[in-house]
């Protein structure tokens, strides 16, 4: 079976291989297609499908971003979105400065904590346009405040810890909206990460977001288990949503997360990719 990977990050936001890299390292693995899902920027778009022409595996084009929601965080990912869209690039441009912002308040609550951390070192650490928590927990793995990236979150970073700053985020009706203007397919990521606690919840989240035209939902994450993905893909069915799946690999900014994991023994055949394909084509007719 040709399988696919539709969730992952490089250098130009929070992940540690860049475009190139993650191409040659998917063709490695034996993928057919993969979606590089860099968070609040376009500035991947180009370099991924240029090295996935040069090569095997087919690249999606696609980016990930966040809603305002509580408990939880609600991400949603735009495939096939056009990199050249300005109303897309424009809003993503707010989101980056809502980070430019939210990075240094993080930063002085670090440093009130006694960590000796400075914007300058994170900005270093990071290089892309896409600057984010995980690039300071490796600055604090670095300059051995904490064991583990993992750590650095749990301890300070995660919603609710000591460090933790909110950043500007949009309502998901905007944000499905700009991604459908910009040709794009929109999906609810990695749905566990709401934090919502029962099913009947969920699916009244999800109805809501299916009036706001939503897409698809990622029903295989490497953050779900069997019963989540049980759940996740039965919601999918219930509501016609088109499916995906995708590691969320980070390279070494998430550890222990391999291209290609999608959980424990699942593996996703490109026929998703094809109902996406299938699904735009039908948009685009009517
Ligand atoms: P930011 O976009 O700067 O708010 O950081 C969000 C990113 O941090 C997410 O995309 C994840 O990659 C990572 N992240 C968020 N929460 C955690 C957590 N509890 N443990 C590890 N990584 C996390
Ligand atoms: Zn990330
Ligand atoms: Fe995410
Ligand atoms: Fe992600």
């Not at 424009?90 to 609550?109: D, S, T, V």
């Not at 600055?139 to 583990?148: E, I, L, N, Y």
């Not at 990695?190 to 919840?201: D, G, T």
């Not at 049980?230 to 998430?254: P, W």
């Amino acid at each position: 079976m040709k399988e696919v990977d539709l969730h992952m990050h490089s250098t130009h936001s929070d992940g540690t291989m860049s475009p190139r890299e993650l191409v040659a390292y998917a063709e490695k693995k034996k993928l057919r297609a993969i979606a590089v899902s860099d968070h609040d920027t376009l500035s991947h778009i180009r370099g991924t499908l240029c090295a996935g022409e040069a090569s095997s595996v087919e690249v999606i084009a696609a980016i990930e971003v966040s809603a305002d929601f509580s408990p939880g965080t609600m991400h949603i990912l735009g495939y096939f979105v056009d990199a050249e869209n300005e109303e897309l690039f424009e809003m993503l441009e707010r989101f980056r400065e809502g980070r430019a912002i939210r990075n240094p308040q993080i930063i002085e609550k670090l440093n009130n904590a006694g960590m000796a951390i400075t914007y300058d070192e994170v900005l270093r650490e990071a290089g892309g346009q896409s600057v984010g928590r995980p690039h300071i927990a490796t600055v604090m793995v670095k300059k051995g405040f904490v064991r583990t990236t993992q750590d650095a979150f749990e301890q300070y970073l995660k919603k609710g810890a000591l460090a933790y700053v909110d950043r500007l985020r949009f309502n998901s009706e905007e944000i499905i909206r700009v991604i459908h203007n910009a040709g794009g397919l929109a999906f609810l990521a990695h749905p566990k990460q709401l934090l919502i606690a029962s099913v009947a919840e969920l699916e009244a989240l999800v109805e809501k977001l299916i009036a706001q035209g939503l897409d698809g939902i990622e029903v295989y994450s490497s953050s779900h288990n069997k019963r989540e993905r049980k759940i996740y893909a039965n919601i999918a069915e219930k509501y016609s949503l088109l499916v995906s799946g995708g590691s969320d690999f980070h390279g070494t900014h998430k550890n222990g997360i391999d291209m290609g994991f999608l959980g424990t023994g699942v593996k996703l055949s490109y026929d998703v990719v094809e109902k996406m394909k299938a699904a735009l084509a039908k948009r685009s007719n009517s």
